[in-house]
Antibody
C-alpha cells in the first residue's frame, strides 16, 4: 500500500532554514509527481509546488519562488522540501502529497503524508 | 488574482443532505477536486474531476458542476462526515484551494 512518511516536528528561529523529508513506499517513486502543501494553524491549505521525481524538474508557486527548494533522492525514495529565510508566518504543518496518475502531472492529491509541524519562533 | 470561494460553514442534521459550493471564474474550463479534512488528520480526496469518486469513498459523496460553481453533495449525512472540506482547481502556475468549509452535523 502507498505510504508517505514525513520527518518529525521542527522548531526554527526566524531567518533559518528547514528541510522536511517525505519517504515513499508501496509504489514506484519515480513514476509519480510529488507535491508540497502547507497549512498554518487554523487556516486553509496552500499549495507550494511540485517535483518530478524522475527528472528532478520542479515548479514552485509564485509566493515561494526564491525561498523554496524541492529535491529528491531516488536511491531511498525520498522527497525533500527546504524553505529558507523562515518567518513567523511560515509556522505551519507541511504535507507531501502524491499525484494520482503515473507519469502524468494532474495535481490530484491522492495520497498524503502525515504532516510535519514547523514552528518558527525566536 | 484568481480565487476559489467557499462558504465558511454549513450545518445539517444527520440524515439530511449537505451541499457545499465552490465558485471560481475558471471552473467552467478546469476540473475541480474536493478534499475532506478531520481535525489533526491529513486531507483525503473525496471527489476528483468534478464528479468522480475515488475507490473507498462512500456513495453518499457526489460532485457536480454548473457554470462557475461546483458543488459537493453529501446525501444522508452521518456524524462522521463532520469535517472541513476544501475545493481545489488549477490556476496559471499550478493549483489553488478554496478557503474551506466547516461542515457541522447538528
Amino acid at each position: 500500500q502507498v505510504q508517505l512518511v514525513q520527518s518529525g516536528a521542527e522548531v526554527k528561529k526566524p531567518g533559518a532554514s528547514v528541510k522536511v523529508s517525505c519517504k515513499a513506499s508501496g509504489y514506484t517513486f519515480t513514476g509519480y509527481y510529488m507535491h508540497w502543501v502547507r497549512q498554518a494553524p487554523g487556516q486553509g491549505l496552500e499549495w507550494m509546488g511540485w517535483i518530478n521525481p524522475n527528472s528532478g524538474g520542479t515548479n514552485y508557486a509564485q509566493k515561494f519562488q526564491g525561498r523554496v527548494t524541492m529535491t529528491r533522492d531516488t536511491s531511498i525514495s525520498t522527497a525533500y522540501m527546504e524553505l529558507s529565510r523562515l518567518r513567523s508566518d511560515d509556522t505551519a504543518v507541511y504535507y507531501c502529497a502524491r499525484d494520482a496518475e503515473e507519469w502524468e502531472l494532474q495535481i490530484i492529491l491522492s495520497y498524503w503524508g502525515q504532516g510535519t509541524l514547523v514552528t518558527v519562533s525566536s | 488574482s484568481y480565487e476559489l470561494t467557499q462558504p465558511p460553514s454549513v450545518s445539517v442534521s444527520p440524515g439530511q443532505t449537505a451541499r457545499i459550493t465552490c465558485s471560481g471564474d475558471a471552473l467552467p474550463k478546469q476540473y475541480a477536486y474536493w478534499y475532506q479534512q478531520k481535525p489533526g488528520q491529513a486531507p483525503v480526496l473525496v471527489i476528483y474531476k468534478d464528479s468522480e469518486r475515488p475507490s473507498g469513498i462512500p456513495e453518499r459523496f457526489s460532485g457536480s458542476s454548473s457554470g462557475t460553481t461546483v458543488t459537493l453533495t453529501i446525501s444522508g449525512v452521518q456524524a462522521e462526515d463532520e469535517a472541513d472540506y476544501y475545493c481545489q482547481s488549477a490556476d496559471s502556475s499550478g493549483t489553488l484551494f478554496g478557503g474551506g468549509t466547516k461542515l457541522t452535523v447538528l
